[in-house]
């Protein structure tokens, strides 16, 4: 029981970061019924930018490593939501009226253009964070020692997520969400300023995704330039098993995908563990095609 209690809040910590990116998937579909491929490199990204941040300014010095860390967060989350604004500007707003697969192209020429971006300027060698950012001393749960960074990973994207499903269902700015979601043509008839509301979600999604890549990089200690193709993938896999569009299945995915693979790695093998993941999915979605949460929606006539 105790192998198992430290397999499902390792399960829990890497499964949070995998929501958390998963939510830039969904909500971006849900909006524009388009996957966004570079947000893995948006993902990737803000793991760059808080290594860099936390080597020029050493916030963890001066400020603590808690407060250090949030400002960090709080800072790289602000300059990759400015990148998923002007993605959104450059690579998809021309082309909203085009068919869907020169979206579908763009989106995959912007994912390779900031790849090779971050590699020419970073290196394509693995960069490594700090060790020790913040305290890693086992705190006991359940009478079983969790090492106080799995903990406070879950802790933090748990709060970021609720903070998502707040911002989405009681306010007003989230119900215009939700509206254009449905039918972009009935928002406007209602006043919704679309484009302001799709702005708004390139600056919801790849914020969530840099705070993801910062936590990467803490958790396991080194980035590279193609991080966020798995990371991606993993993320959107996520979308898909809870639903994709919709935001609570986002959440729901990405922390079931987590602890399959934490308990696949440790009851099977490691070598399998993706394969599990994603023989759970075909699992789901021959059961659920649109996911756990995803439902039935009518089409418009």
């Avoid at 933090?156 to 007003?172: D, E, G, K, W």
């Amino acid at each position: 029981m105790e192998f198992f209690l430290q397999q499902l809040f390792n399960g829990l910590a890497v499964g949070g970061i995998y929501a958390l990116v998963a939510l830039g998937y969904t909500m971006v579909y849900g909006v524009m019924k388009l996957m966004n491929f570079a947000h893995g490199e948006l993902f990737t990204m803000g793991a760059f930018l808080g290594l860099t941040l936390l080597g020029t300014f050493a916030f963890t010095e001066v400020l603590g490593p808690f407060g250090g860390v949030f400002v960090l967060i709080l800072m790289v989350m602000g300059m990759v939501a400015i990148m998923g604004v002007l993605l959104e500007r450059v690579a998809y707003r021309p082309l909203r009226n085009s068919p869907r697969l020169s979206a579908i192209v763009s989106a995959l020429g912007a994912s390779i253009f900031l790849q090779n971006a971050i590699m020419l300027m970073y290196g394509a060698r693995f960069q490594v964070y700090p060790h020790g950012i913040l305290p890693n001393t086992p705190i006991s749960v359940f009478g079983v020692d969790i090492p106080l960074l799995r903990i406070l990973l879950f802790v933090v994207s748990i709060l970021m997520m609720a903070a998502l499903y707040f911002f989405v269902q009681r306010t007003r700015i989230g119900t215009a969400i939700r509206a254009a979601a449905i039918d972009q043509d009935a928002a406007r008839l209602m006043g919704i300023n679309v484009d302001r509301v799709i702005q708004i979600v390139f600056i919801i999604g790849p914020a969530l995704g840099a705070a993801a890549g910062v936590m990467v990089g803490i958790y396991y200690g080194q980035i590279n330039f193609t991080m966020g193709w798995i990371f991606g993938l993993k993320a959107f896999t996520a979308a898909i098993i809870g639903g994709i569009g919709n935001i609570p299945g986002a959440m729901l995915g990405g922390l079931l995908l987590g602890v399959l693979e934490a308990m696949g790695a440790a009851y099977i093998s490691t070598a399998w563990k993706d394969a599990i993941a994603f023989a759970v999915l075909i699992l789901i979605l021959l059961v659920r095609p649109r996911g756990i949460l995803g439902e039935r929606v009518a089409d418009k006539l």
